[in-house]
């Protein structure tokens, strides 16, 4: 059965956790857990259309911020929100410089912020890869538009063209304005 939900991954070592989040956010995406960065990672591995990975910061083995890392590296328009005990803010805001997008503390007691905040990071990813997309595109149009400038555009092999060439390197390393007449036709916006 194909389902059109966002795919997530949860990662906590404390199975209670890891089940109430999935039972939380099922109704609106397909959940898949882990109980650490290394199971997480091979889900990572086998799932390239993952939308955001949830993930405690202290387990077994690497922990939350090393698992953002490397799931990134792995995945790049992944989203990934950190979950961190009370005390440890500050370290949420430095795995935010290193890749996370977002983070909550524990306990988590308010399960609608839960929900928003994987909401807005999943449309926030959504977004980025909108535009990186749109950009590619307006690149590949500006390029059919304004065909590159430069010599490698001209055609003519001959003495006198070299000699025009030469002429255009001198003139372009100038900081002085230039004047190019000639009848229509012969090339001077080139």
Same mark, same amino acid.
Do not use: W
């Given at each position: 059965?194909?389902?059109?939900? %966002?795919?997530?991954?949860?990662?906590?070592?404390? #199975?209670?956790?890891?089940?109430?989040?999935?039972?939380?956010?099922?109704?609106?995406?397909?959940?898949?857990? %882990?109980?650490?960065?290394?199971?997480?990672?091979?889900? @990572?591995?086998?799932?390239?259309?993952?939308?955001?990975?949830? &993930?405690?910061? #202290?387990?077994?083995?690497?922990?939350?911020?090393?698992?953002?890392?490397?799931? #990134?590296?792995?995945? !790049?328009?992944?989203?990934?929100?950190?979950? &961190? %005990? *009370?005390?440890? =803010?500050?370290?949420? @805001?430095?795995?935010?410089?290193? !890749?996370?997008?977002? *983070?909550?503390?524990?306990? =988590?007691?308010?399960?609608?912020?839960?929900?928003?905040?994987?909401?807005?990071?999943?449309?926030?990813?959504?977004? =980025?890869?909108? /535009?990186? %997309?749109?950009?590619?595109? @307006?690149?590949?149009?500006? /390029?059919?538009?304004?065909?590159?400038? !430069?010599?490698?555009? *001209?055609?003519?092999? /001959?003495?006198?063209?070299?000699?025009?060439?030469?002429?255009?390197?001198?003139?372009?390393?100038?900081?002085?304005?230039?004047?190019?007449?000639?009848?229509?036709?012969? !090339?001077?916006?080139?």
């Amino acid at each position: 059965m194909m389902t059109n939900k %966002a795919k997530i991954l949860i990662v906590d070592d404390e #199975k209670p956790t890891r089940d109430v989040m999935a039972r939380v956010l099922a109704p609106k995406y397909e959940c898949l857990t %882990a109980p650490d960065a290394e199971a997480a990672l091979k889900v @990572v591995a086998a799932t390239p259309d993952l939308a955001l990975i949830l &993930t405690d910061y #202290k387990m077994p083995g690497d922990n939350g911020v090393t698992l953002i890392k490397k799931a #990134k590296a792995a995945n !790049g328009a992944l989203a990934a929100i950190l979950i &961190t %005990a *009370f005390g440890e =803010i500050e370290l949420a @805001v430095a795995a935010m410089k290193d !890749g996370a997008d977002d *983070f909550l503390t524990k306990p =988590i007691t308010d399960l609608g912020e839960l929900e928003q905040r994987v909401a807005k990071a999943i449309e926030r990813h959504a977004l =980025i890869k909108k /535009s990186a %997309a749109l950009e590619e595109k @307006v690149e590949a149009l500006q /390029s059919q538009i304004n065909p590159k400038e !430069g010599l490698e555009n *001209f055609t003519g092999k /001959s003495p006198a063209m070299e000699a025009v060439y030469r002429l255009i390197r001198r003139a372009a390393k100038a900081s002085a304005t230039g004047l190019v007449e000639g009848p229509s036709g012969t !090339g001077k916006q080139l």
